[in-house]
């Protein structure tokens, strides 16, 4: 069985070749030949033909394998790239960044439920923080007041015959 040290979602530092330096994140994996896609690293250049009247011929820019090895997994934590380190952890077993002992492993779905309750919990706190501020200041908010039917004005009859002159 094939596995590879870097996942689909990782970001990854290029360790060698001609993008050497160069940061991404992986968008496809390939166990089987040991290659990965990286976003942004080793642009190849494919030439389109046009195949019909109506279908535009001309170079697209395409990102190309690069091969599993000449990459490194950058940690979310501490920002560097890092070997990955296996643990079994509640029965699963994870990738540990070997510089600070950080999971590498978050599941985007996890990820995004914890921002998620974060930003609903902060929303909450400054509101509770605004209402103590308003009581306070003893600004406490008035009842609405409720609507009333406006009273019907009458109409005045009008001399059509004066020219608005006095005599």
Known sequence: MNNLHVRKGDNVKV???KDKGK???ILATDPKTQ???VEGVNIATHHIKARSATEQGGRKKVEAPISASNVQIICPSCGQSVRARHQEVDGKNV???AKCGAS???DAKTEK???KAK???DKKAKKAASKDEDQAEGKAKKPAAK???KAETQEVPVDNNSDGKTE
């Open 15 to 17: 360790l060698t070749g």
């Open 23 to 25: 940061t991404g994140k």
């Open 35 to 37: 290659m990965v896609l």
């Open 95 to 97: 990738r540990i960044c």
């Open 104 to 106: 590498l492993d978050i």
């Open 113 to 115: 439920a914890n921002k």
């Open 119 to 121: 930003d609903k919990a």
């Open 147 to 149: 609507k009333t039917k």
